[in-house]
């Protein structure tokens, strides 16, 4: 098993730049596929980022590819999000979430993910 921390969430106000962080403990971090999933209030909760084990390839949703970039330090144990040019509609709780296991055409269904960290909060707000 794996346990995920993320950090890194944040108030700021539009056109801020922002870096979360997700902390693996527990198996070999290097085992798994990392994701980022993310969910404004009152809505379900929507696939942003992934990176493969390899990291020779990244997955970003449509509608952050100009803003948002996934990486991972299999060294450090973390992945990043890094979030430039924040959007008010770029409010939510920002989730991490890991997979042994990864079907390419499915990065974005959370239910493919086994593991998944607690959360942490962005507000982007002027």
């Known amino acids: 098993q794996v346990q995920l921390e993320e950090s890194g969430g944040a108030s700021v106000q539009p056109g801020k730049s922002l870096r979360l962080s997700c902390v693996s403990s527990g198996s070999r971090f290097d085992w798994y596929n990392i994701a980022w999933f993310r969910q404004a209030p009152g809505k379900e909760r929507e696939a942003v980022a992934c990176i493969p084990i390899s990291a020779e390839e990244t997955y970003v949703a449509g509608s952050v590819k100009a803003r948002f970039t996934i990486s991972r330090d299999n060294a450090q144990n973390t992945a990043y999000l890094q979030m430039n040019n924040l959007k008010p509609e770029d409010t939510a709780i920002y989730y991490c979430?890991?997979?042994?296991?990864?079907?390419?055409?499915?990065?974005?269904?959370?239910?493919?993910?086994?593991?998944w960290g607690q959360g942490t909060e962005v507000t982007v707000s002027s």
């Open positions: 979430a890991a997979t042994a296991h990864l079907w390419r055409d499915k990065w974005d269904v959370a239910a493919e993910y086994d593991y």
